[in-house]
């Protein structure tokens, strides 16, 4: 089985500022990792990806997240933060054998203060 | 990327009706497609796995009799709320895989349909 786990449903952070959200996943095999974006009433869109190779994975808009399996984790991160930012983030996971059956962490809504 | 195309967006219906929501991959043939429901300030639930040409696979505690999954063909999907209530409006999103495996693995999704029911 597989979950994920995304610690701060709301994180808050000035214009400029480093933004950090935080997942953490539980998988039994090799996972595959995502981080999706939302905006409101909206579908999602992908922001990257982590399946192999290495561990830092560069998105779109300025995002990154590092897969840490030690630490069973895959951070996103992006070191300034802009207003157009602000929405709901979602960690997920799958695996080689799931057939992009993805299970979504509960999200994380990001606000930017100018 | 691939699109996948939702309809409609936004739909309001009366409790007791039935209410269709397609799902179409555009630019490529969806083998596997996956219905998903977003409750307000929520993250999305699974409800359930179609493959074409085969009965959809529902997870526990989503009732089959009532949101009925057709996928008649490897482009489109359909997603029915039978007998509405208030309690089924939600915001629905499909989403649509190619059926890459590996590190090819993806799925697209598409714009969601926000269905109130009164």
């Known amino acids: 089985a597989q979950s994920v786990t995304q610690l701060g449903s709301h994180v808050s952070v000035s214009e400029g500022a480093l933004v950090l959200l935080r997942c953490n996943y539980s998988s039994s095999v090799p996972p595959y990792l995502f981080w999706y974006v939302q905006y409101p009433n909206q579908g999602l869109q992908l922001l990257l990806k982590y399946t192999t190779g290495a561990t830092l994975v560069k998105g779109i808009n300025g995002f990154e997240a590092e897969f840490k399996k030690s630490e069973t984790s895959f951070h996103l991160t992006k070191p300034s933060a802009h207003m157009s930012d602000a929405a709901e983030y979602f960690c997920a996971v799958t695996s080689y054998s799931s057939a992009s059956k993805i299970i979504f962490g509960s999200g994380t809504r990001l606000s930017i203060r100018p | 990327g691939a699109v996948v195309s939702q309809h409609p967006s936004r739909v309001i219906c009366k409790s007791g009706t039935s209410v269709k929501i397609e799902c179409r991959s555009l630019?490529?043939?969806?083998?596997?497609m996956f219905w998903y429901r977003q409750f307000p300030k929520k993250s999305l639930m699974l409800m359930a796995t179609?493959?074409?040409?085969?009965?959809?696979?529902?997870e526990q505690g989503v009732e089959k009799d009532k949101f009925l999954i057709n996928h008649a063909s490897l482009t489109l999907s359909t997603l029915t709320v039978t007998s509405a209530h208030p309690e089924d409006s939600s915001f629905y999103i499909c989403?649509?895989?190619?059926?890459?495996?590996?590190?090819?693995?993806?799925?697209?999704f598409g714009q969601g349909t926000r269905l109130t029911v009164v």
């Open positions: 630019d490529f043939q969806a083998t596997t």
């Open positions: 989403s649509a895989s190619p059926g890459w495996t590996g590190s090819n693995t993806e799925a697209f």
């Open positions: 179609s493959n074409e040409g085969s009965k959809a696979t529902y």
